[in-house]
Structure formats: structure tokens, C-alpha cells
């Protein structure tokens, strides 16, 4: 058994109710009233904040707080209205709810209660922390001695506040409020302030997943795409760079700080500026089409990016200029390391250049960079930048939901329908689904990688 | 007997010879096959001599000559090998490989302006000689280099940089280019001007590219202050300290990543407009710095393969966790400090979505991504293109000289990566 440190607040060692158990007035009293432990034991700074604090989340709940809560489960009733104003003559606008608000809220209270939460465990562990260095004849800490306490084994309250805050406030409750609309009905229709927008269950999944629905319609295609599109992308940028990789590290290479130069400064060009360029290239009056012409390849300009099987072919042909480069870049980092002994014993063996890629480059490679891949291929399931940019998910077809288009990846299709058509609650859906998709493929490799650090290396 | 030379594969030196035969031979086949016209590359050369040599012949005539020399200079080989031969042989072949690359786009300006095989030449018309003589001049060219052991992989990497470097140069070009406008039918601009950088950071002009820039710069400065604060403290604190609730949080981190960030954007707009921020740069700021924490991932690596022993030895010595942190762990990490500043500063200036979300549509409020994409519209795209190249340009060099100077860095953070 571990015995409980000094100056320690948490312990495994003992539980809420052997807290209430063992714990004297003041301890029982601070279930109540946070920080009369602390008071009673002589923190009385700690404990005046820890009161203040509760003083504060009080007020809140009773002010607005317990009201954002009862609004959430309806989200408002009152639709806005116009109403004829008989002493002016004119119809004017009455005041309705506002669903969109009264989620937002409604989220912030529930988040501001889950801190509250987290502060009254904090107190009362405090609280009996103290009693009990009180009980053994020990220093109680004082305020002073905690501010110092911050900089040294408290540091990680000090340097975690800030980004936990960031954390909760930008990303957490946004999430929260994001997940809560994918089971209502926020769509084009049903748009704050003028309209109301409500609870409708599993409906948005349901469209979505089933057949028969233009949804659905839009939706399948646009997943087998993503899954394609970001499969082929990884594994040929990953295959390109690794053949570029060997090429410029082989023994005879000369010249290869200025090779690796050349690719390096189309790696350092902003992504999005690329990207825009070769978009401009490939239009129908673009310079490639009009060399294609000139040099009497073709007669007419080809549709690289308005017909949809071509922009598939070519937004995945232009991704290899963006990311061979990089994937470059990782394996010659591996391929340095290569332990050099297997390669002369492989020599001596009389191995040739392919089997000695096929039996020893390659495996070692995979071995070492699947968590790599998979990381990549989850970034290529939500590649924004090289559809949006280049295609901009076009060409459009009527076939298809709205503003989607062919090229459309499911990240791409949810910009679309965050910013263009508003169809808030699908978009959140199709996050949620994009979550999915990615968490199994991140614990798959969350397993991997735990086998490998156990593994002593590869056969 | 077997004549032997220090350094050199003799059974290459064979390849290159006979495949230098079989290129002068291909110049007797079909160059051009249209319906009723075949021509070998001779008698093209020949009749558009009688019309006197233009510009682009000279190339078709390299084409034709230099097969000879490649010939003669493989017999010499044959008789008497020697590398300073096979050198000239090889810089010969190089040429003859490039002068053919090169006819295939030129041959229909060629073919078309001395109207020997009719009008409208099309790449479809060459013959089997031109395709056979294309394919020969670079398996000459690779086993001659093979035969002095220069490595043939140079040929592959030459032609991959042409490809990568093509859209650099052109929209370099592009950006100085007097004549304005969208379409263009050539390659090369007919005049230079630094007109269309002069008129992007006009401050009285149309586009108000200065403005962008130095927004985007604004945000990319503060961003990279804070966030690398936020990251490093972050990272520090869960690779060194032991607190209850650190694996899970760093769980709930991973599992939250795993959201796209932007879905939750139309929120964060709400939040920021009841603060008061929305569509301001601090508004940018802010969102940029409350994530930073997320990305601790890379940095905890590092800080993970510093010796523990260090701590605790300053720990006897009685250092507090933050004097670690200043005085013994920061100075060690130097490569993951650098990478991390690089990292943060240049994210924002190719970041669209956040921007694009929180900014609305007043252009004065800008980045330099939104405005590049605006200027990219097709309703604008034909008035604007030589300045949308100039302010690509003006928004890249910059950062290509900050990574190509911090390349190291990059690289090292890079590699850490992928071993965590």
C-alpha cells in the first residue's frame, strides 16, 4: 500500500463516503457548504474561495442557469411572429425564442455545472486533506505556501489552466453543442431567429444511412469515395516517396542536398497556394490544356476538373506533387537508419536491387511506419484542402443532395453544408460519422503501436 | 582476349553501342505517318531544308547528327575503352535524349510552318522511327552512364524535378508578365514588369493584398507566441509531472482530436459574438490559441527522451518543477523549440476554414488565404491572374526562405513523429 504524501489532495486511498464516514462536522458540513473543512482547519484563504466559488455557481443556476436548463428540452415554443399592430397600422415582428441561443445556453450551463461539480470534489478532498495533517500534527499549508506550491509539484495545475480553459470553452462546449444538433432538426427550414428548431431523434442517421432517400443517395457515394480517394492517395504518395526516398539517398546519387533542395521547396510553398495555381493550370483555358494543344497532343481541352471521373483521376495525380515530397522527407529519415549490416549480408547472398527492397527496404519500412500510414490515411479522409482548393467538390450533378458535388469528400460535403446551405444538422451528423470512421481507424492503430514498443524489433 | 578497363562495365559499354545503332537506324523509319505521307527524319530534315533552316529545325537537325557522333564515338569505345570517351558519350547522349523530349513538342510548330506533311500535325502522327528513336536515345543514355558507373537514376530524378518545378516557374512567370489576363497561348510572357507587385501593395489600389499580408501577419505572430507557450508548458507538464486524471486526459485530448475541428465552428462564432470578438483578427487569435494544447503531441516525445536522472538530480540540488523547466529542460530542446515556433507561425497563413468562418465578408479583414482564393474566381480570375501570381508569390517567398532555413528542424520534429 501506498501511504498518502504530505501536501497531497488526491488519494485513491479513500472515497466520498469514507470521507462522510470518518470525516468530523466540518468535514460533513463541506459536502454542503465547500471549503468549511478548509476554514475550520485553518486555510481560510483556500477555503473563502472555494466558498466564493460556490457562492458564485448559486447565483448563476438560480439567476439564468436552472432556466437554460428547462429550456433545453423543448428549445423554445414561441415562433417568432408578426402581429398587426392596430394603434401604429403596421404588422410588426413579436419576439419568439431562439432555438439556436437556447441550446447554446442550455450546453453552457451543463458545462458550467460539470465544472461546479469538479470544484466541490476538489473542496471536499481538500478539505479532509487538511483535517487529516491537522489530526497528525502536521503543518497545514497556508495560501502562501500553495501559490508556491504552484510553481513547484502543483505546476501542472499552473500550466494546464489556461489550455484547459482554451480546451473547454473553444472546443469541448462547441462539440457538445455540435453533437446535441445532429438529433434535431436545424436545417435550411428551420433557421433562427425566424423559426424554431426541435428535438427529432435519430431522424438525420436514419436519412442518411438508409437507401432509397436522395440523401442517402449522395451520402454513399460521397463515403465510398472518401474511403477510395483517401486509401489511394496515402498509399501512393507513400509509395512515391519511398521510390523517390531510395533514389536520392542510393550510393552514385550525386548532388543530393540540391535533388532534395528542388523537392523541399515545393513542400515549403503553403499548401493552399499550390494548390491554387495547379487549379488554375488545369482549367480549360489553362496553361496545360493550352500546351497540350500547341503540341499537338489533343484538339480539344480536356475536362480535368469539370468532368467527375477526370477530377477524381486528377485531384489524386496532383496530390502526389503535394505529398511525395513530405513522405520523402519521413522515409529518408527511416532509411538512414537502416541497420547497413543486413544490406552487405544480403550483397554477399547476391540479392539484387528489387529483392533486397522486396525482402528487406520494404518490410522494415512498413514495420516502422504503420502508425505513420495510419495517421496519414485518417488525414487524407479529411484532406479539405486539396478538394476544396482544386475542385472545389465539383463538378456538381444532380444525382446528388444539394450542393455536392462528384469529387466531395464527406469533410469537403460538411463545409458545404455548415457555410453554404446551413443544413446544420446534417452536417453534425456527418461529423459524428467522420468521427467514427476515424476513431476505429486511430485504435487500430493505437494497438499497433502498443505491440510494437513491446516487440524488440523486426524479423 | 578480353579487354579490361579500371572502372568501367564493358557489358554496358556493348548496350549503349548497339542501342546507338539502332537509333541512327530508327532515323530511316517513319518519322511522320499520315494517311499517304510517311517521312523517315531525314527526308523531314531535308525538305525543310529546301525551305531554308528555321529556328525549331536546328533541333530536328541535333536529333539527326548527333546519332552519327554517338556511333563513331561507340566504335572508338569498342577498339579502345576508355571513360574520358565514354564521358563525351554520355554528355552526347544527354542531348540527343533531351533534343528528343524536346521534338515532341515541337514537332507540330515544326511540321505545321513548313507544310511538307499537310496541316494540323497531331502528336498521333509520329511514326513508329520517332517513338523507337525517343525510347533508344534514353536506354543509350542509361547504359552508358551504367558502363562508367554514374548512377542512371539521375535521369529519373531530372525528369521528376521538370515536373515538380513546372508550376513554380510558371507562376513565377506569371507574376511578372505585362500582358494581363487569364489566357494566355504561350509559356514565356512576351514582356516583364514588376507592375503587377507594384499594384498588389498599392495601398490605394484595387486589392488590398498589403492589408491581408500583414493581418495574416499579425495573427501568425501572435499565434506562434502563445501557441508555442501553450504547447511547450502543455507537453512539459505531461511528459514530467505524475498527476491524478493525466493519462485520461490526455485520452479525452486524443478523442477530441479526432472531431473535424470546423463542425463545431457555427458555436464558436456564437461564443465569440457574445464576447463581443466576432469577425476580428483576435477572434482568430483566440481560436488558434485555445486548441494549441492538442497538438503537445510532438513536444511530449521529445521531452520524453531527456533523461529522467536530470530532474532528479536538480530536484536534490533544489530546483522547483518550473526552474526545470526553464533552466534544464527548455535549453535542451532546442530542435522541438524551433519546431514548434516554425510549425505555429506558418499554420496560420495557409489556414482557409477558421479564417473564412469567423471573418465574414469584409475584405479589409482578410487573410491572405481568403483573398488569394477570392481573386481565384472565376468572375475575376480573367482581370486579376498576373497579380493573384504575384501575391502567391509574395506570400511564398517568405515562407519558402524561413523553411528552407529551418529545414533541419522541420526535418528533425518531423522523424519524431513518426516514432511516437
Known sequence: MR?????????RNYSLPTIWKNGNIYTKLSFFIWGSANIANGQIAKGLIFLAAQAAYVFYMINTGIGNLMDMRTLG???QGKVFDESIGIYIFSKGDNSMLILLFGVSSVVITLMAFASWLISVYSGENARKLKLANRVVPGIRTDIRMLFDKNIYRLFLAVPFLGIIVFTVMPLIYMILVAFTNYDANHQPPGNLFTWIGFSNFKSLLSTGNQLSQTFWPIFIWTMIWGFTATFSCYFGGMFLAILINSRGIKGKKLWRAVFMLTMAIPAFISLLVISTMLGKMGIINVLLQQWGFITDPLPFLTNGTWAKFTV????????????????SGILINLPAELYESAKIDGAGPVKTFTKITFPYMFFVTTPYLITQLIGNFNNFGVIFFLTGGGPLTLRYYREAGETDLLVTWLFKLTTTTTDYS?????????????????????????????????? | MKKQVIGMRMKYAAYAGAANIFLLTAMFLPYVKKEGCSLSAFALLSGIMGNGLSGLSYILAAAVCLPVILVLLGILNMIKPS?????????????????????IINSKKMIDLSGIAGDKFMVKDFGIGFWLALVLSYFALAAVMKSIKVHPGHIILALMS???????VWIILTSLREESGYYVGYFFPKGLTLDNYRSMLDPAGVIPFAKWWSNTFYVAAAICVINTVIVLTTAFTLSRI???GRITLMKVMLIIGMFPGFMSMIAVYNILKGIGLAQTLTALVIVGAAGAAMGYYISKGFFDTIPKSLDEAAVI????KFQIFTRIILPLSKPILVYTVLTSFLGPWGDYIFPYMLLGDNSNSYTVAIGLNWLRDFRRIDTYYTQFAAGAVMVSLPIVILFLLLQRFYVEGLSGSVKG
Do not use: C
Open chain 2, 242 to 244: 505524475r498527476f491524478a
Open chain 2, 317 to 320: 540540488d533544489g530546483a522547483t
Open chain 1, 316 to 331: 489524386i495525380i496532383v496530390n502526389l506533387w503535394i505529398g511525395i515530397p513530405s513522405t520523402m522527407l519521413i522515409v
Open chain 2, 83 to 103: 571513360i574520358p570517351v565514354s564521358k563525351v558519350m554520355m554528355v552526347t547522349g544527354a542531348v540527343e535524349a533531351l533534343v528528343m523530349s524536346l521534338l
Open chain 1, 3 to 11: 501511504t498518502p504524501r504530505k501536501g497531497k489532495v488526491y488519494s
Open chain 1, 426 to 459: 446534417l452536417a453534425a451528423s456527418i461529423a459524428i460519422i467522420i468521427f467514427t470512421v476515424s476513431a476505429v481507424f486511430s485504435l487500430y492503430s493505437y494497438s499497433r503501436s502498443r505491440a510494437m514498443l513491446d516487440e524488440e524489433g523486426f524479423q
Open chain 1, 77 to 79: 415554443t414561441e415562433q
Open chain 2, 162 to 168: 521538370v515536373v515538380w518545378l513546372f508550376p513554380i
